[in-house]
């Protein structure tokens, strides 16, 4: 049984530039969240996606955006970065219908943006 | 908004002692409290869930209790080995599907 893959690994950008990140979810599940960890950190949440909308979004500025595929697969897009951008971006899929609340996380794609 | 709180920041044990690390919430509306396990360069992993409806949850030697009233709940490890050396982290979240608010973690290092 798959579990939650994210793509890539490591990512170095340059101040201003915009990045996509990719998750997939866990086989059978069809949400997915994304938050940001930065480093000696709690997770925070960014948003959640079901059925191709955005459901929750937590307190992010419109650079950070995203979208979910007819698969459940999801990006995450985040435009001019910035210096304090660079964090650790884990994806979490859940079964909306399912087992309330239980989310599973990925690997995580570390960004770092100089 | 809720809030997460998380004590102790950092926590050292020796092999075979238990460990315990308590977490307090803020808004009584909260209903699922999950606990993860972030080792480095992973991502957190699920060990134990608790939802509101229940007092405690024990699964092998990791144990979750929850308070209600007082809005806080503790993981309990007993027996910790070596590889229980990571960082733990507790969440709320209040409603089905909800997104987590996590508190800021705990090091556990367990000494051989």
């Known amino acids: 049984d798959a579990g939650v893959t994210q793509s890539p690994t490591h990512l170095i950008k340059t101040r201003g530039q915009q990045v996509t990140l990719r998750c997939s979810p866990k086989?059978?599940?069809?949400?997915v969240s994304w938050y940001q960890q930065a480093l000696g950190q709690g997770p925070q949440f960014i948003f959640q996606y079901y059925e191709e909308e955005e459901r929750q979004r937590g307190n992010f500025p419109d650079r950070f955006s995203g979208h979910q595929f007819p698969n459940y697969s999801s990006e995450l897009n985040v435009n001019a970065l910035l210096l304090g951008d660079s964090a650790l971006y884990l994806c979490?899929?859940?079964?909306?219908?399912?087992?309330?609340?239980?989310?599973?996380f990925g690997p995580g794609t570390r960004l770092t943006v100089l | 908004g809720e809030n997460v709180e998380q004590h102790p920041s950092t926590l050292s044990v020796q092999e075979g002692d238990s460990a315990v690390i308590k977490c307090t919430y803020s808004d009584s509306a909260s209903n699922y409290f999950p606990w993860y396990k972030q080792e480095l360069g992973k991502g957190p992993q699920l060990i134990i869930d608790i939802r509101s409806n229940v007092g405690e949850k024990k699964d092998q030697r990791i144990a979750v209790t929850l308070n209600k009233t007082a809005k806080h709940f503790s993981l309990h490890i007993t027996e910790t080995q070596p590889e229980d050396s990571a960082v733990y982290f507790c969440a709320a979240s209040k409603r089905t599907g909800q997104n987590f608010v996590f508190g800021p973690g705990t090091r556990l290092s367990v000494l051989p």
């Open positions: 086989s059978g599940h069809d949400t």
């Open positions: 979490a899929s859940s079964l909306w219908a399912g087992a309330p609340d239980t989310q599973y």
